[in-house]
DNA sequence: GTGAAAGCGCTAACAT
DNA sequence: ATGTTAGCGCTTTCAC
């Protein structure tokens, strides 16, 4: 059990007071012309014997813990590990860390969530929230800390955002499966109430309407136990014998319906075309591989986090501060699941 | 901007003093013999406005910030995030929060970070650590703060650990192999000194061993561009000719073996039987599926955060505590890409 | 049963 | 240029 050597340890062995100590430490020693010498002696003294301020008593006196709460639907979910995992390395950059939550798409779980990100006095908040929560999130912008959503809006709430325009993603996709010829796609989507979910819908919806063509949407509720996720898409797969296309709208749909479509023995793209939103391992090394509305995760992370820092140093501490809504644009790849085959 | 409330404004508006407030929420009331009535009082209004006791000044005066800091190789990799995902939801459960982060197997960004959680004084760490931070544990071992290694064990350190039997594991992957009639079995594994690396490469040596077969073992240094891993592995398997079974020793390097198959055109299992450590949806939903050493993961996460809880709630604050080493089973999951087609 | 007061370790305004 | 000191918000001992 080493015993934890603080400020007032390095002081007094230097003969000098702990104001100085903590000047140089915080940088401060120019502006409070301590002398060079003496600076030196004290950064030397500190990286000798390892002394680390106590971030808690520093935070509890600056009010500034250099702590973003990072909120995610699922974070074993890849789309949102891979984004998480930039969002932690970008921060780390910048020197911010991250906690983060799942919260698996519930309300309640999401608002004690925040209440608790809130009793840590998080600088700041990226969030990827489930619906029912526009109050508490109305409440935090009020509190005045920085806050950026992403992945989705919620509604009626004007904050900073990143976001991908899931609509012309879906519109795009549906689109190319129109001309691959066919007319009769479906789509499978998360009955959730989630505004980027509505808005995937709705490009598709815009795609097929434009071709004067019936929609044929099949909503999953979400979450649920694996086999009657299975279970419904065999269902619907089954009672659409004409249906030759089908989108789905989130990775996990994808995942869930390529194994349902494994399980009645169709055949990809022959027998049914296939088109996922978010990309991964799996579609792409998939056989054949799948046709993918892509999201720029890359993007989303370092925009998200750069929304977020900028808010953070912004010097308006009022609400008065600029507000940055983003829309970035997805990508579909084309791959051979959704070609016709020559015929 | 909301004023934030405070102890002291809830005992004011309560006429009681501030002591009594942080007993009642403290659950001493009864302890120190507090009216069931003043209790009840406290607690509604308590409720009623929501107050929340800062966390960092509680923190900075009990010592204790129910944060556990997790550390891993790499949260996007599926692997870790489904650990992580388990982990935190168990901790939550139990009141705990988790701070993570990623090493990338660098051991310089590995000591900065344990040093980071130290100054944000978690109360207990879950490790997967790189080679080359052993002084680092050990002092924090020394510091008497629990901790638990998960995943790979460090060599020369003796403390809590939860991992895998990962020699046993690929011994029966090995002998499926051999079983399956073949002979020639190539092991890829990742340059990267971490031992539960090794002791994957001894299963399969012993299995061999055992035949008086030959090893063939391909080391990928890691992390690395991925261009370069698929070239590597694609030059190996083309200097290979008269191999046509591989086994490889974790997820990653799986799907990146997936890949160079698939960019060499070897079909699988008729040209190449394939065996992954790891199990994930790609696997699962490969054609053919591939068989793996799956690790069991719930087990993983849940024995982690127990062994911690337990030595964190233990009495001995001394290191006289109990150790506890727990080596999981794997499982073998025979799929189609491993087995011999009826000639 | 309840309240006053002493810190936890640090920062920064104010003295000197 | 450097030292003194008053908090940051909370817990908990000890006196009433």
Redesign the interface.
């Known amino acids: 059990?080493?015993k934890k050597i603080l400020i007032h340890d390095v002081a007094n062995h230097l003969d000098v007071s702990i104001a100085t100590v903590s000047l140089v430490l915080n940088g401060k020693a120019k502006e409070k012309r301590i002398s060079d010498e003496l600076a030196e002696r004290v950064l030397r003294y500190v990286e000798e014997v390892g002394y680390?301020?106590?971030?808690?008593?520093k935070?509890?006196r600056t009010g500034k813990?250099n702590?973003i709460g990072l909120v995610v639907e699922?974070?074993?979910n890849?789309f949102f590990?891979?984004v998480?995992?930039?969002i932690?390395?970008k921060a780390?950059a910048r020197g911010y860390?991250?906690?983060?939550?799942?919260t698996n798409d519930d309300a309640a779980k999401t608002r004690d969530l925040l209440?608790?990100f809130?009793?840590?006095?998080v600088d700041g908040y990226i969030l990827a929230l489930p619906a029912g929560v526009e109050e508490e999130v109305r409440?935090l912008v009020?509190?005045?800390k920085p806050l950026v959503l992403f992945d989705r809006l919620l509604p009626g709430l004007l904050t900073n955002a990143v976001v991908v325009d899931g609509a012309s993603g879906m519109y795009d996709a549906t689109r190319h499966l129109l001309g691959q010829g066919y007319t009769n796609i479906a789509l499978v989507t998360a009955r959730a109430g989630q505004l980027q979910m509505a808005s995937r819908a709705q490009g598709y919806a815009q795609a097929l309407r434009e071709r004067g063509l019936p929609e044929l949407v099949q909503e999953i509720a979400f979450p649920q136990v694996p086999e009657h996720i299975l279970q419904e898409m065999e269902t619907f797969f089954a009672a659409h014998p004409a249906c030759h296309a089908v989108i789905f709208a989130t990775n996990y749909l994808g995942?869930y319906g390529?194994?349902a479509l494994?399980r009645l023995g169709r055949r990809i793209p022959a027998e049914m075309a296939v088109v996922s939103f978010d990309d991964n391992?799996?579609f792409?090394?998939?056989?054949p591989p799948i046709t993918v509305v892509a999201q720029p995760m890359e993007a989303m992370a370092e925009e998200s986090i750069s929304v977020l820092l900028a808010a953070l140093e912004s010097p308006n501490?009022?609400?008065t501060g600029r507000m940055v809504q983003l829309q970035l644009a997805p990508q579909l790849v084309v791959r051979g699941s959704s070609l016709r085959l020559t015929s």
Request: charged residues 20%; glycine residues 6%.
């Open positions: 059990m080493k680390k301020p106590n971030q808690l008593a935070s509890l813990t702590v699922d974070i074993s890849p590990a891979t998480a995992a930039l932690e390395q780390l860390h991250i906690i983060y939550c799942s209440s608790v809130q009793a840590r006095h409440a009020r509190s005045g995942v390529l194994e494994g391992d799996l792409r090394l998939y056989s501490t009022e609400g």
